[in-house]
């Protein structure tokens, strides 16, 4: 690929050329079906290229926008968008591709998970791997196989589940050699996933040691546990078992102490599906003092509240299943102006679907329901309709919360000045830009064109979709993922084999200034005290 550096006087954004296969196909691929047969991957001796023009748009940055024409190339495919705005392609730090929970896989692979964002303006991912009894190079080796379907570019957080001089060796080698930069904590899932205190702290030590930022599922583990007996013990076997079982208080307290014990550390800290008031104001509160925490709204939480899981359909109620739970509708609307406000950051969905029968193992015992909902495909379509059609956000920072994640940190004006062209994953501006250099991962929005939302319809493989008949104003009607068309005209054409791991350096913008802070700690201590020993 050919990257172009210089601007034209014109306006025209260049970006690269791109070469795709001769035999790509213009159809949707199943993967496992058509994968590495004819016509369903991309050949390297293609010599053909396309290049595209999209005119006439609105070209929408995190930091400002225009108008202009975006050049991807020497030559000729256009694109008109007058009228509609071009913004780079979503990215979803939170995902769960083929995710192995209580003896079933999560429906959507690392092809159909990706394909459905792409339908939807979703044009890089980052999942997360799960250690393999605790070893994170078997996990990763899992995940990489898992990933060698893939039809866009990905990343990979990592999973903690125990610590000991092995997984501290692993934690550097997956810093140093294999381009992952954050590490994920479960406080929850008692017995299989979660951690205590101890391991937390050693976690957070080593993140810091290694530029790494620390990632915590914020639920009080232990207390979920008793509140499932309770629930048990009363009858109450259902779906909604689920969400008494685990009430905001339990994630509003695992929260906060993620939060202190980060501070403790001095590491910053990324608070993973805020989902609850109680979690968020503890994140409001730890920013307004300074502190470097980083909250994420899923698009879940944003749209939908808790009363799905009381239908009396067990079909319908379980599809709403997540941990932790949506939430009553005031912690909903709580947590839209906590994100317009810049006390939440990014928006990603938690993407992890099980069908109606997998859903179905826990049809008379709650805590046996495979949890997870879709949004991989929907969260661009809600976000822009919930925020930016509502008025709560600009368009600036749609691509902000939805792509660029730019640094709007409040611990320290000078580190934001000095680092705003970094992002939390450290990957600006390579991806989460329209500028030149960039990627060309790209969409097109038509502000003024609907969506509607169904199973029948969507490109997930689950027969659920927790969206169900949702209507709204703002639909991307192209996108571009390396240069390629991949989504247009209710279209999709893409490839298994043909993302890209995207490898994520370490000590991104939050950890400038760290050293200088651990610093006047150390000198703010007047300690050791000098004593002189007594000689009777």
């Given at each position: 690929m050919a990257y172009h550096l210089s601007l034209p006087l014109s306006l025209s954004l260049l970006l690269f050329t791109y070469f795709p296969s001769n035999s790509q196909s213009n159809q949707f691929c199943e993967a496992g079906i058509g994968y590495d047969e004819v016509g369903c991957g991309i050949s390297s001796s293609s010599s053909s290229s396309t290049k595209l023009l999209i005119k006439g748009g609105t070209v929408v940055n995190a930091h400002h926008q225009e108008i202009a024409d975006v050049y991807v190339g020497d030559d000729v495919k256009v694109i008109d968008a007058t009228g509609k705005f071009v913004m780079p392609g979503g990215i979803d730090p939170h995902t769960h591709l083929a995710m192995e929970a209580l003896n079933t896989e999560s429906v959507d692979d690392f092809f159909s998970g990706q394909a459905a964002a792409l339908a939807g303006g979703t044009t890089m991912h980052i999942d997360f791997v799960i250690p393999v009894n605790g070893s994170l190079i078997a996990g990763l080796e899992a995940y990489e196989k898992k990933a060698k379907k893939s039809c866009m570019d990905y990343g990979f957080h990592m999973v903690i589940t125990k610590f000991d001089d092995i997984v501290s060796r692993d934690m550097e080698i997956m810093v140093k050699e294999k381009g992952i930069n954050s590490f994920k904590f479960f406080l929850a899932y008692k017995g299989v996933l979660m951690v205590n205190d101890e391991l937390l702290l050693e976690g957070l030590k080593r993140c810091k040691s290694l530029g790494a930022l620390a990632m915590v599922h914020a639920e009080n583990g232990d207390a979920v546990f008793e509140g499932q007996k309770r629930m048990i013990q009363l009858g109450i076997?259902?779906?909604?078992?689920?969400?008494?079982?685990?009430?905001?208080?339990?994630?509003?307290?695992?929260?906060?102490?993620?939060?202190?014990?980060?501070?403790?550390?001095?590491?910053?800290?990324?608070?993973?599906?805020?989902?609850?008031?109680?979690?968020?104001?503890?994140?409001?509160?730890?920013?307004?003092?300074?502190?470097?925490?980083?909250?994420?709204?899923v698009v879940s939480g944003l749209a939908l509240d808790d009363s799905g899981l009381w239908d009396s359909d067990f079909t319908t109620a379980s599809k709403y299943v997540m941990s932790p739970p949506i939430r009553a509708s005031g912690h909903g609307k709580a947590l839209k102006d906590a994100l317009s406000n810049g006390v939440l950051q990014l928006v990603g969905t938690d993407h992890c679907v099980f069908n109606s029968t997998q859903k179905a193992f826990g049809i008379d015992d709650f805590r046996k329901i495979p949890n997870g909902v879709n949004g991989i495909e929907e969260r661009m379509h809600l976000v822009w309709d919930l925020m930016v059609e509502s008025g709560q956000i600009s368009v600036t920072d749609y691509v902000r919360v939805t792509s660029t994640e730019w640094p709007n940190v409040q611990f320290d004006e000078s580190h934001y000045l000095a680092s705003s062209s970094a992002r939390i994953f450290n990957i600006y501006p390579r991806k989460g830009a329209i500028i030149a250099g960039s990627d060309a991962d790209i969409i097109i929005l038509n502000p003024n064109s609907t969506f509607e939302i169904n199973a029948r319809s969507h490109h997930s493989r689950t027969d659920t979709n927790v969206y169900e008949g949702r209507r709204g104003k703002g639909k991307v009607e192209v996108t571009i993922a390396g240069g390629r068309v991949v989504w247009e005209n209710n279209e999709l054409k893409v490839v298994p084999g043909s993302g890209k791991y995207i490898e994520m350096a370490p000590f991104s913008y939050l950890f400038s200034g760290i050293d200088r802070a651990d610093a006047s700690y150390l000198s703010s201590l007047n300690a050791p005290v000098k004593r002189f020993k007594s000689t009777t």
């Open positions: 076997t259902g779906p909604e078992g689920h969400a008494l079982s685990r009430p905001p208080l339990l994630e509003g307290e695992a929260t906060a102490r993620a939060i202190r014990l980060a501070g403790f550390v001095n590491t910053p800290l990324y608070v993973v599906h805020v989902m609850s008031i109680d979690a968020m104001e503890e994140i409001a509160k730890a920013r307004k003092s300074g502190q470097r925490v980083v909250g994420e709204p």
